[in-house]
């Protein structure tokens, strides 16, 4: 089974918009890890929070953590046309979810 | 520096057939990591091998086997390809395990006959 799940599984808005992704994980973790994949090839890594950790910033990217609820969600501020891809959670980078697609609208 | 490499790109199998996928990790990098991914999901855990060594593994069955050289590259093995095997095969490199951020290839695409 997978340990993430990422929520909604598809999101459209339009170029400039915020666009905020969640993920939820089923047992305890070491840290919780996101992904982005365009058109089904390889998975570039965006950014690690620790269990330790409740926010992290790089960039446009705003990742938060909570463990008592044991989800995390993604934020991406000011979406440019190529952030459109498919962003994966991984717990402990080991275990990921289905995915959120995203696609930015010109 | 080079990325991830895999080779194979792409590889078409028959049923019942045996596969070889290599993978040659970022320099400096010791842990490698093995995932399969059908069309539509996630990336799906199979090996982990750190320092030559097996330090994880999903739920796949025995047809699945891997192993780490000296210098660090991997290779993953199926043994008698099911229809079902057909996927993009990832491997992801980093440098100690799974408590630091993963750098991946461009994957293998499988597809079995």
């Known amino acids: 089974s997978q340990q993430g799940e990422e929520d909604p599984q598809a999101l459209s808005i339009q170029e400039g918009e915020n666009a905020t992704m969640n993920c939820s994980y089923k047992?305890?973790?070491?840290?919780l890890q996101w992904y982005r994949q365009n058109s089904g090839r390889g998975l570039v890594h965006l950014i690690l929070?620790?269990?330790?950790?409740r926010e992290k910033h790089s960039g446009r990217l705003r990742v938060t953590l909570d463990t008592s609820k044991k989800s995390s969600s993604l934020l991406i501020t000011a979406s440019r046309a190529a952030d459109t891809a498919s962003y994966f959670c991984a717990a402990d980078g080991l275990t990921f979810g289905k995915g959120t697609h995203l696609i930015i609208q010109p | 520096d080079a990325g991830v490499t895999q080779s194979p790109t792409h590889l078409i199998k028959t049923r019942g057939q045996q596969v070889t996928l290599r993978c040659s990790p970022i320099?400096?990098?010791?842990?490698v990591s093995w995932y399969q991914q059908v069309l539509g999901q996630g990336p799906q855990f199979i090996f982990q091998y750190y320092e030559k060594e097996e330090r994880g593994r999903g739920n796949f069955p025995d047809r699945f086997s891997a192993r780490q050289f000296p210098n660090y590259s991997s290779e993953l093995n199926v043994n008698a390809l099911l229809l079902g095997d057909s996927a993009l095969y990832l491997c992801a490199s980093s440098l100690v395990g799974r408590d630091y951020e993963q750098y991946f290839g461009p994957g293998t695409r499988l597809t079995v006959t």
């Open positions: 929070i620790r269990s330790n950790e």
């Open positions: 320099s400096g990098h010791k842990s």
């Open positions: 047992t305890s973790i070491n840290n």
